[in-house]
């Protein structure tokens, strides 16, 4: 069974940087054949893609966010992270991590984690 | 960027119902790669169908969609207590992918 598991704090400072990282268990990201993303959802809102990674390093990340946002890999943990830099109170939300079949949907996902931008 | 707008906003409903959400995309979904997820508060999003009518092993089959296009439906045959919940719809045929702002099913 795939298991997901996100980590980092859970209260960042207006204008610093967001930094999370997902544990994978059960699948091994350097298999190949899925793209390990990351994915939020703002209080009582719906979803936001935020971007995706595959093994080999190559990402894609949401146009909206993507001059703030690196998403990385470490196949030898067989983790991948996620960094938002320069976070507002706009950054406040539950993020999860999740993987993504390729060409195919989201088919498993991490608990989520709160993310709260406050001084 | 396909924007994905769901109605209604809020259906109620009694157990042993039948629910029918709605999807409608602001352009097609490329090879009408649709996804629903089901989500109930403080839980993930549970993978529900794909492909606009494929469900996942171990969805139970009163789950159906349908649709295609720019116009999705899922239907829930015949509501149990454990369904009420908030569902969205999900394309990811063309990036950035993106979600609908969800229809929740609450218990009339």
């Known amino acids: 069974q795939v298991q997901l598991q996100e980590s980092g704090p859970g209260l960042v400072k207006p204008s610093q940087t967001l930094s999370l990282t997902c544990t994978v268990s059960g699948a091994s990201i350097s298999s190949g054949g899925y793209y390990w993303s990351w994915v939020r959802q703002h209080p009582g809102k719906g979803l936001e893609w935020i971007g995706s990674?595959?093994?080999?390093?190559?990402?894609y990340y949401n146009p909206s966010l993507k001059s703030r946002v690196t998403i990385s890999v470490d196949t030898s943990k067989n983790q991948f992270s996620l960094k938002l830099s320069s976070v507002t109170a706009a950054d406040t939300a539950v993020y999860y991590c999740?993987?993504?079949?390729?060409?195919?949907?989201?088919?498993?996902w991490g608990q989520g984690t709160l993310v709260t931008v406050s001084s | 960027e396909i924007v994905l707008t769901q109605s209604p906003g809020t259906l109620s409903l009694s157990p042993g119902e039948r629910a029918t959400l709605s999807c409608r995309a602001s352009q097609s979904v490329n090879n009408n790669y649709l996804a629903w997820y089901q989500q109930k508060p403080g839980q993930a999003p549970r993978l529900l169908i794909y492909g606009a009518s494929n469900r996942p092993t171990g969805i139970p089959d009163r789950f159906s969609g349908s649709g295609s296009g720019t116009d999705f439906t899922l239907t829930i045959s015949g509501l149990e207590p454990e369904d009420f919940a908030v569902y969205c719809c999900?394309?990811?045929?063309?990036?950035?992918?993106?979600f609908g702002q969800g229809t929740k099913v609450e218990i009339k």
């Open positions: 990674i595959y093994y080999s390093g190559s990402a």
């Open positions: 999900h394309q990811y045929g063309s990036p950035p992918w993106t």
């Open positions: 999740a993987k993504k079949v390729g060409g195919g949907a989201f088919d498993y």
